[in-house]
Every structure is written in C-alpha cells, then in structure tokens.
C-alpha cells in the first residue's frame, strides 16, 4: 500500500504499523449524521453512546436520512433517548445548518480540508475536532493530523518520547513530526490509535 511506503521512511511510525497491520480509511454517507452522531457520543462511553444512537437511528428512516427527517424529532423525544438539552440543541443546530445551506456529502467532495473545517465550524456544537474527525471517518480525507487529540498525544508521547514538554513545545514537536507523514497523515492517526488501543 502507496501509505504504508511513505510512513516506513519513520522508523517508529514502521515499528508502528508492523504492530498494527495495515489499515484502510473509509468514506461513508451522509456527513450531517454522522455529525449528530459524533455529538452524541462526546463526554460519553462508548457503550453509552451506542445505545443513544441507536434509538436515534430507530427515529430516523432506514435509509436516507435527510436533515429534514432529524429536524422532525422534537427537542422533548431526543432527551428522552438520553440526549442533554444543549447535545439536543447541537444536533438540531447541525440538522438546520445543512437543511437551510443545502449542503450534501457532494458539496464537500470539491473542497479544500480547512475549507471544510471552517464551514463545520460554523455550527454551533460543532468544534475543529469534530469536523477533524468528520474529515478522516466520514469524508475518508488522507491528510488529516488531529493537534489536540487526547489518544494522539498520548500516543506520540510514549512512542516518540515526548513526556517532558509542556503543552506549547509537545504540540510544535508533534507538528513537526506529522509533517513527515504528509500527504498521509490521517493513516498515522489511525495507526497511533490502533497501537494506542493494543497497549491497553
């Protein structure tokens, strides 16, 4: 695999990934509800989160959900599958921004990452993290580096033996580092998860 070359140039990005085995990025459908989705599971566990949206899911139409379909749930029913006020609020916010804009999974596909970035950003609820990982797990972006993901930096801190910078150097050094990875950034992110998750 075309990544897997460019990454093995970092010796311990290699290490890495002959832990891991290759890994694959995925595109998948429908962006606003996998916006709402990624607002629900925020601040929870995942077991938590799944139950929640999967009585989402089961408000919703099988097949081709629309922003229309989400807005019709009222605030009162999305607490009453476990959602706060304001995640309810945040979902309902996604729902009438891409309602209102007409945007679909096709306006993105022609748009630069920070194009995209600033236009999720502009929903409230929804900060750069949550349109990072919009840009890796829904639009299957390849050059996506997520600063200030905590699993990332705990990551990068044991591999790469970053454990005694503060915070402004530990984010420059894991900029400067990510730049090596580039056009391939985003597989790095799966990869440092992945092993992240084996270390356990």
């Given at each position: 695999m075309e990544y897997i070359e460019h990454l093995s140039r970092d010796?311990?990005?290699?290490?890495?990934?002959?832990?891991?085995?290759?890994?694959?990025l995925a595109r998948r459908?429908?962006?606003?509800?996998?916006?709402?989705?990624?607002?629900?599971?925020?601040?929870?566990?995942?077991?938590?989160a799944a139950v929640i949206e999967d009585r989402l899911l089961a408000l919703l139409p099988a097949a081709n959900v629309t922003p229309e379909d989400i807005l019709a749930i009222s605030p009162v029913t999305l607490r009453s599958i476990?959602?706060?006020?304001?995640?309810?609020?945040?979902?309902?916010?996604v729902a009438r921004y891409f309602s209102e804009l007409s945007i679909t999974d096709r306006t993105f596909s022609l748009m630069e990452d920070e194009s995209?970035?600033?236009?999720?950003?502009?929903i409230k609820g929804v900060g750069r993290w949550?349109?990072?990982?919009?840009?890796?797990?829904?639009?299957?972006?390849?050059?996506?580096?997520?600063?200030?993901?905590?699993?990332?930096?705990?990551?990068?801190?044991?591999?790469?033996?970053?454990?005694?910078?503060?915070?402004?150097?530990?984010?420059?050094?894991?900029?400067?580092?990510?730049?090596?990875?580039?056009?391939?950034?985003?597989?790095?992110?799966?990869?440092?998860w992945k092993v992240r998750d084996l270390q356990r």
């Open positions: 010796a311990r990005m290699r290490a890495i990934i002959r832990q891991t085995g290759p890994l694959k459908k429908n962006t606003c509800l996998f916006l709402c989705r990624s607002i629900i599971a925020q601040q929870l566990s995942t077991k938590v476990g959602l706060s006020e304001t995640k309810a609020g945040y979902v309902h916010n995209v970035i600033s236009i999720l950003t502009e949550t349109a990072e990982m919009t840009l890796i797990f829904s639009l299957g972006r390849k050059n996506v580096f997520s600063l200030d993901d905590y699993g990332i930096q705990q990551s990068m801190i044991a591999v790469y033996r970053l454990g005694q910078l503060d915070k402004k150097a530990l984010r420059a050094r894991m900029s400067a580092i990510s730049d090596r990875w580039s056009p391939f950034r985003s597989y790095a992110c799966l990869h440092l």
